[in-house]
């Protein structure tokens, strides 16, 4: 008996060793899936997290342009009231010049003063460039004429054509003679 009991404990240690390593190969295994289910999750969060950066750009982005449609829209209508301006700048000169009547006179203004209005209200403001440093931003040169005063220099010393802008933007570019 002593032998059979010997065998007994013999078989049953195998069996708890060979149970032990069955029990550890799947522990090992189901260590690995749960480090496998981390790498998948941090990898889903992380896509996660930058389809919704993504999201939150695109929101901004789709606001931003449609703020400036909205504030350029009708930058087509308004730039073709700025020959209308100029039509009206170059008559009210000629009537100043001539003995027109000041009825005449005050007629014109008051209607290129209502013209103006409208377009300050929409957003369009003239370029101030008589007497300003030449900048390429807002300038166009179309003439340079040599000055004596080294202060004139490379600044705007006539204006041929007013420019403007529509919030900011330029519309039209002034037209300039420059001092050099």
Known sequence: MDKENKEHKKNKNAEQAAKIKELTEALEKTREEVEKCKEEVAEAKDQHLRLQAEWDNYRRRTAKERLELIDNAGKDILTGFLPVVDDCQRALQVLRDSDAAPAAIEG???????????LK????????????AFDTD?????????????????????????????NGNVIRFAKVVVGI
């Open 108 to 118: 014109t203004e008051l209607i290129y003063n209502k013209l103006m209005n409208y």
């Open 121 to 132: 209200s929409r957003g369009v403001e003239p370029i101030e460039a008589l007497g300003a």
């Open 138 to 166: 807002f300038h166009e040169a179309v003439a340079q004429f040599p000055v004596d005063d080294p202060e004139k220099k490379n600044t705007v010393i006539d204006v041929t054509q007013e420019g403007y802008t529509l």
